[in-house]
């Protein structure tokens, strides 16, 4: 037994404080309820850092998708704007050359548009604000739409001066930096969301690795302790037997 001998000489009362249990203690037999912390304690203090851990696991794949959705959401937004420069390519080709074959980009550039702006209504159904933006958007990408399919209808009825005279009144300009200026205001909100739920998934995956690490530690110096008490538990009681 280790005692500590106290040399203050303003604590007269008291001589020796041990540190460890005594030998005395070792000899008793065991409690039922020091059996079974005994027993268990090191499977509780696993138990309890892999509740600790599931539960980071669980938020941390809870962000991560959070992420992963406002990804997509920023991927649709920016294919909205390239769906519209793809039916102005196919336009403009039409234009010039009275070709029809020059629409497809415009075809396909209008099923992709209905695709990509359903998407982005959904991917934003949990946001209102969102939501009021592509609502003021909607217009705009229609009056884009009718003014290509306008001149298109010029070029084909009245042939190649009408229809450049249309595209010089600047109106499908106008209309399509508007367009851009909403496109982004929406993209930066999602990037602003990006940041703050990149940050939530750091945190939480960061949590987990403390507690593997801290837990894994507590756990094995759990063990180590209470190994070495069981050990002089039982040689004490060999000696007293």
């Excluded at 938020?59 to 039916?87: F, P, Q």
């Excluded at 020059?102 to 099923?111: I, Q």
């Amino acid at each position: 037994m280790i005692d500590v001998l106290l040399a203050d000489p303003f604590l007269p009362s008291c001589e020796r404080i041990p540190i460890y249990p005594s030998e005395d203690l070792f000899a008793m037999p065991m409690s039922r309820w020091q059996r079974v912390v005994a027993c268990s304690g090191v499977a509780v203090v696993v138990l309890v850092i892999g509740v600790i851990t599931y539960s980071g696991i669980v938020r941390a794949r809870e962000a991560g998708a959070w992420v992963e959705h406002t990804h997509r959401t920023i991927d649709r937004t920016r294919a909205v704007l390239s769906d519209l420069k793809d039916a102005e390519t196919g336009q403009r080709g039409f234009i010039l050359t009275g070709d029809e074959a020059y629409l497809d980009p415009y075809t396909n550039a209008l099923t992709a548009l209905a695709a990509d702006t359903s998407a982005l209504r959904l991917l934003t159904a949990d946001n209102l604000v969102q939501q009021r933006y592509l609502d003021e958007l909607a217009p705009l990408v229609t009056a884009r739409l009718a003014e290509l399919d306008y001149s298109i209808a010029l070029r084909r009825t009245q042939g190649l001066a009408a229809a450049v005279a249309r595209l010089r009144t600047n109106r499908g300009k106008q209309i399509m930096d508007s367009l851009r200026a909403h496109v982004a205001t929406i993209e930066a909100s999602e990037r602003s969301l990006l940041a703050s739920r990149s940050t939530t998934e750091e945190y939480h995956s960061e949590i987990v690795t403390l507690v593997l690490i801290g837990g894994t530690i507590a756990a094995v110096l759990f063990a180590i302790v209470l190994n070495g008490l069981l050990t002089r538990y039982a040689d004490a009681q060999s000696a007293a037997a």
